[in-house]
């Protein structure tokens, strides 16, 4: 594996991980890597005082959100330089030399930024109407738990994590109308980056009309919205299978699937795996199969199953939501929280969403203090 000094030290005694293939590590933070650096910013507390490269104090008031598309790396961060408040774009970057080594000093969308924020000055200033911070990662940080200090019962902590974000999934479905699903499907197609793009394409389309049979007909309806109404769709740092243009198919999919929807899928289980994989499955791997059943589908069921009256379905929904298996790792998963799990439980749905809960909550606020899966933080 590549990437930080690794510890050899297992995190809780499991007799089926010393035949593994391989186990997960933790990684610390690299101050090489722009990502660690970003990171570091974001977990800023309110109040923080810096001071730039020219001399002027800087106080974090908010850090900011982390940009998934193009442009500076935070958006929508609120600071205040020598008492003036400014809110805006920050960019990051590991020396302060890459500002022009990325020739963002050539790119409209960085005209606009309130701070430069970096973990290497360079000899001479390269910003001079924009101030520069240095946020020097020291290492090691990160991750603290430790053999001695892990909580015994981790895999059952961690599914309570995930049983959380499956509460409020389903909680966000009251009283949601069938089109509402249907724009929040979309929207989750687009993760990543296309979020409200495909979110917007949906409610401009809105029910597709029954006189259109043929997914080919449909595509070529979006294709032709998304021209006429100038949708933007972002590629940068998307990967190229999740690309609008390669979306759209499975967009189709998804909208002509809801336009027929049956009400008995709500307690019929096994005529809705049965039709769902026949007219949306076979569009899209097995990821994006498990994660749109996991993350809109499964969880839309279990809200409407209980406001139906349909007793007991709801925990059926949660059974199944329960059994599904990721084909692969959540890249996030395996670089910023490695170490935890052997692989096949990291696969497990309840368990990477467990794990992807903890890290807003705690991970990404370096929460070390509160965290549940700690001995010592309890």
């Not at 189709?252 to 336009?259: D, E, P, S």
């Not at 007219?279 to 139906?308: D, V, W």
């Not at 096949?344 to 890290?359: A, T």
């Amino acid at each position: 594996m590549n990437g930080p000094q690794q510890t050899n030290k297992k995190l809780y005694n499991n007799s089926t991980l010393i035949q593994a293939n391989h186990l997960f590590y933790i990684n610390e933070p690299n101050p090489n890597k722009e990502s660690d650096l970003t990171q570091r910013w974001l977990s800023l507390k309110p109040g923080t005082l810096l001071m730039a490269r020219c001399g002027r104090t800087i106080s974090v008031m908010n850090p900011g959100q982390l940009n998934m598309t193009d442009g500076p790396d935070i958006s929508q961060a609120t600071i205040i330089i020598d008492g003036e408040i400014k809110t805006g774009k920050i960019e990051c970057h590991t020396k302060e030399g890459n500002w022009r080594k990325h020739r963002h000093n050539h790119d409209p969308a960085y005209d606009d930024i309130i701070l430069h924020v970096v973990n290497q000055f360079a000899a001479k200033p390269v910003l001079r109407q924009v101030p520069t911070v240095a946020l020097v990662i020291k290492q090691p940080m990160g991750c603290k738990l430790t053999t001695e200090n892990l909580v015994k019962d981790v895999l059952e902590t961690i599914a309570a994590l995930g049983q959380e974000s499956w509460d409020d999934m389903v909680r966000q479905y009251y009283n949601k109308l069938l089109l509402d699903f249907q724009h929040q499907a979309l929207r989750y197609l687009g993760k990543g980056g296309n979020e409200i793009a495909f979110k917007t394409l949906s409610e401009l389309i809105g029910f597709v009309d029954i006189s259109i049979t043929k997914r080919s007909e449909l595509i070529r309806i979006l294709s032709t919205l998304i021209k006429d109404e100038r949708i933007i769709f972002h590629r940068a740092g998307i990967r190229p299978a999740n690309h609008a243009s390669n979306r759209l198919d499975f967009a189709a999919r998804i909208m002509l699937f809801i336009r027929d929807w049956n009400v008995s899928y709500f307690w019929d289980i096994r005529k809705f795996e049965l039709i769902y994989h026949q007219r949306i499955a076979g569009g899209c791997g097995k990821a994006m199969t498990a994660e749109l059943l996991g993350n809109a589908f499964y969880p839309f069921l279990a809200s409407r199953s209980r406001q139906h009256g349909h007793h007991g379905k709801d925990r059926q929904w949660y059974k199944q939501w329960s059994a599904l298996q990721l084909p692969l790792i959540y890249g996030k998963i395996k670089r910023k929280f490695s170490g935890l799990l052997y692989p096949g439980d990291v696969k497990k749905f309840p368990i990477s969403q467990g794990i992807l809960r903890l890290q807003r909550s705690n991970c990404r606020y370096l929460h070390c203090e509160s965290c549940p899966l700690s001995s010592s933080g309890n």
